[in-house]
C-alpha cells in the first residue's frame, strides 16, 4: 500500500495523499467506463426510436448512481465510522464485537460481514479479469482479427502482473499517481470533446426525473439496464477499506476534484456519441477517438489504468486476509513483506496463486468482457449490501445515534441498495453464480474456522491448569531446575500450558527460567508501543509473565519483546540461549459415541474441513517475527 496519512514531521500532504489515492482506491472504479455504458446500451439500443430517452435515461442512472453511492452513502456516512482511522469490512467487525461478549462472535451481523469480505476476495478474482478484457478488447476496434488474440494476450498480461507480486510492488506504486492522472484527464477530456461536438443535450440527464421516465417507459427491461448500470460503482468499497492509508480528506479531495468530474464527463461523452453516430453503441468507449494510432494509445494507456486497478485490488485482498487472520477468522498462511519502509506492502503468495489461477481461469471460460459483466454485478451490489446492514448496526451501538435515525439513513442506503441487488440477481444463471459461489466458499472457510477455534478453545478451558495453583506446588515437587530459559507462547495469563504442566509432573524439572509470553491480539489497526508497551510481571520460583499487545495490522517480534527486559532475567540470562516452544495443536475425530457432552456439534464434513485448516495453516512461530532455530513446536492433540 501506498503512503500513509499519519501526523508529525514528515507526514504526507493532503494534496499528496489524494494523488497516490487516484491510483489505488479509484483504480476499479476510474476503469469502468470500458465497460459499463456499453453493456447498458447492448440492452436498449435495439430499438432506433427509444434510442434518445435510452441514453438519456441510461445517463441519468449512471450520474444518479455514482453520486448516491459513492458521494452519499460513502464519503458523506459510511467513511465516518472508522475504527481508529481504519476502515474496510474488517474494521466494521471489530466495531461490532466491541459491544459482543468475547464467546459470541457469529452473530447474525458478524456472518454478515463476513459473507461481504468473502464477496470482496471473489471480486479479487473477477475485477483483473474484466478490467484488463475490456482494455485488450480495444484492439478489435482498429482491426476485427485481433479478435483471436484478446483472450491469450490477456492471460499472458496477468500471468505476468501475478508473477511479480512477489517482488514486491513499491516501483510499481510509484506509477500509480501519474498514469492515472493521465488516465482520469484523458476519459474527461474525451467526454467534453465529445459533449462539444455533438449533443450538449446529454447534460440534461443530470435531470433524476430522466431516469424515471426511463425506467417507467422502459419496465420490461428496467432490471437487466440497472445490473449493468451497478457496474459504474464497482470498486466504491475501495473508499472506505482504503481509509486508514490515505485518510477521509485526501480521499474526497481526489473524487470530488478529478474521479468524479472525469467519469461523469467521460459517460456524458459516450453518450453524445451515440447520440450523434448510433452504431457505436457496440463500443462507444475506444470509439470516442479516430480509428488508427489514437485508438493504440488509448488501448495503451487504458491497459496500464487496467493493471494499476487489479494491482490495487490484488493488495486489497492480501490486506482483507491478512486482516481475517489477525481477528482469528481465517488459518494463517504465510506472510511476505517486500517493503523495509511501508508496512502495508506485503504478499501471501498462497492467496497470490489462488487469485491468479481463478483469474486467468474466468478469462478462458468467460471470453468476454460483456458476458463477465453478468458475474461482475452481483459481487459489487452484495458487498454494499452487507456494507449498509452491518453499518446501520455500528450508527446505532458506536456511534450513538437514536434508533429513528438509523432508520433514516438505513431506508436512504436501501432504496439503492436493494433494486441493484435484485436485479443483478436475475443474472443469477447467466454468470452471477459465479462471484457467490466464490464469495460462499471464502465464507464457508471463515465461519467454519472461527466456530472450530470456538470449539478448540472451550477445549482447552477444561483441562486448563491453574498458575497460581501450580506455582504453589513447585515447593513440594521437588524439582530439578537446570539453567536456561524457556519462552512458552501462551493465551492464557492465568493458567499454565498443559504440556509444560504434563512435563514438570512427569519428569521433575523445569528451566531455572520460565518466561510465559502471552500475546494480545487487539481489534484495532495498530498498537502504539508508547501507550501499550509490552509489560512483565515477575513471578515465583523464576516465572515470569509478559503481556505483549499488537493490532491486526502489526507485525509481531517475539525477539524484540523478550529482549526489552533482558536486564530483568539476571545477570545469567543470555538471550541467544533462549528457546522459544509452542503448543500445535491437531484435531482428531473419533467415533461420537466417545465425545463429551459439549462437544462441537458441527457436520462432519465442517469438521473434517477445519481439521484440514488447522493441520495446513502456519503457527504462530511462521506469522511472527522468530529466527527458525530459536523455535520449538509442541504438537498436542485434541478430539472435539
Known amino acids: 500500500m501506498p503512503l500513509k496519512n499519519t501526523s508529525g514531521t514528515g507526514a504526507p500532504s493532503t494534496n499528496l495523499l489524494a494523488l497516490a489515492a487516484l491510483g489505488v482506491v479509484f483504480g476499479d472504479i476510474g476503469t469502468s467506463p470500458l465497460y ?18 435510452a441514453t438519456l435515461g441510461v445517463l441519468s ?29 474488517f474494521a466494521l467487525l471489530a466495531l461490532v464485537r466491541k459491544h459482543l461478549p468475547p464467546q459470541r462472535n457469529l452473530t447474525f451481523v458478524c ?20 478490467s ?80 424515471v421516465e426511463f425506467l417507467h417507459a422502459q419496465r420490461s427491461e428496467a432490471v437487466l439496464v440497472l445490473g449493468a448500470v ?44 451515440v447520440l450523434t453516430h448510433p452504431n457505436t453503441s457496440v463500443d462507444p468507449f475506444f470509439l470516442m477517438v479516430p480509428p488508427g494510432w489514437a485508438t493504440y494509445l488509448l488501448v495503451a494507456l487504458s491497459t496500464a489504468a487496467t493493471i ?7 493488495t486489497g485482498v492480501f490486506s482483507l486476509v491478512r486482516q481475517a487472520m489477525q481477528l482469528d477468522y481465517f488459518p494463517a498462511l504465510r506472510v511476505v513483506h517486500t517493503s523495509d519502509r511501508m508496512e502495508g506492502h506485503i504478499y501471501l503468495p498462497f492467496v497470490n496463486y489462488f487469485l491468479g489461477v481463478f483469474c486467468i481461469g474466468t478469462v478462458l471460460f468467460f471470453r468476454t468482457s460483456s458476458d463477465l459483466a453478468n458475474a461482475y454485478g452481483l459481487a459489487v451490489t452484495g458487498t454494499m449490501l452487507m456494507t449498509t446492514l452491518a453499518y446501520s448496526g455500528v450508527r446505532h451501538q458506536h456511534l450513538g445515534r437514536p434508533l429513528w435515525d438509523v432508520a433514516a439513513v438505513l431506508a436512504l442506503f436501501l432504496v439503492v441498495d436493494l433494486p441493484f441487488f435484485v436485479a443483478n440477481l436475475s443474472k443469477f444463471t447467466k454468470g452471477g453464480w459465479y462471484p457467490i459461489a466464490l464469495g460462499t466458499i471464502a465464507f464457508i472457510v471463515m465461519v467454519t474456522w472461527r466456530a472450530g477455534r470456538n470449539a478448540l478453545r472451550r477445549h482447552v478451558e477444561r483441562e486448563r491448569v491453574s498458575l497460581d495453583g501450580f506455582l504453589k506446588e513447585i515447593p513440594d515437587m521437588k524439582l ?26 512427569y519428569n521433575r524439572c523445569l528451566p531455572g527460567r520460565v518466561i510465559l509470553l502471552i500475546p494480545q491480539p487487539e481489534s484495532v489497526p495498530h498498537v502504539d508501543p508508547a501507550q501499550e508497551a509490552p509489560r512483565l510481571e515477575k513471578l515465583d520460583h523464576g516465572f515470569y509473565r509478559l503481556h505483549a499487545a499488537y493490532g491486526y495490522r502489526d507485525q509481531p517480534d517475539l525477539l524484540v519483546w523478550v529482549d ?39 457436520p462432519l464434513p465442517f469438521q473434517r474441513l477445519f481439521q484440514f485448516l488447522l493441520h495446513n495453516a502456519c503457527t504462530e512461530f511462521d506469522t511472527c517475527r522468530l529466527p527458525d532455530q530459536r523455535g520449538v513446536e509442541v504438537i498436542r492433540r485434541f478430539q472435539l
Open 36 to 53: 459499463t455504458y456499453q453493456t447498458a446500451m447492448s440492452i436498449v439500443s435495439g430499438d432506433p426510436a427509444k434510442l434518445h430517452t
Open 564 to 602: 526489552k527486559f533482558a536486564d530483568q532475567f539476571g545477570p545469567d540470562y543470555h538471550s541467544e540461549l533462549a528457546l522459544f516452544y509452542l503448543v500445535v495443536p491437531r484435531l482428531m475425530l473419533g467415533p461420537a459415541i466417545h465425545r463429551k457432552p459439549d462437544a462441537w456439534r458441527a
Open 308 to 314: 494499476i486497478a487489479s494491482q490495487a485490488l490484488i
Open 230 to 273: 451497478v457496474l459504474c460503482v464497482t470498486g466504491a468499497e475501495a473508499l472506505y477499506a482504503d481509509l486508514g492509508h490515505f485518510g477521509r480528506p485526501a480521499i474526497a479531495r481526489a473524487w470530488y476534484g478529478l474521479a468524479w468530474p472525469a467519469l461523469v464527463l467521460n459517460y456524458f461523452g459516450q453518450g453524445a456519441l
Open 480 to 505: 530439578d531446575r537446570h539453567h536456561g530459559t524457556c519462552v512458552y507462547m501462551s493465551h492464557h495469563e492465568n493458567y499454565m500450558p498443559v504440556p509444560l504442566a504434563h512435563f514438570a509432573y
Open 61 to 89: 442512472l449512471l450520474f444518479w448512481a455514482l453520486t448516491l453511492v459513492v458521494t452519499v452513502k460513502y464519503l458523506w456516512f459510511v467513511t465516518r465510522a472508522d475504527n481508529r482511522g481504519e476502515g474496510g469490512v
Open 132 to 211: 484488463i478484457l475490456s482494455a485488450i478488447q480495444g484492439l478489435t476496434v482498429v482491426d476485427g482479427s485481433f479478435t483471436v488474440w484478446v483472450v491469450p494476450v490477456t492471460c499472458l498480461i496477468l500471468a505476468l502482473l501475478f508473477l511479480v507480486q512477489r517482488f514486491g510492488t513499491g516501483v510499481l506504486s510509484a506509477a500509480f499517481a501519474p498514469v492515472m492522472v493521465a488516465w482520469f484527464v484523458t476519459i474527461g477530456g474525451l467526454g467534453v470533446w465529445q459533449i462539444a461536438a455533438g449533443h450538449f443535450a446529454v447534460l440534461s440527464a443530470l435531470n433524476p426525473w430522466r431516469a
Open 111 to 130: 456472518l454478515l460481514l463476513l459473507f461481504g469480505a468473502g464477496l470482496m476476495m471473489g471480486d479479487g478474482v473477477i475485477t483483473p479479469a474484466i
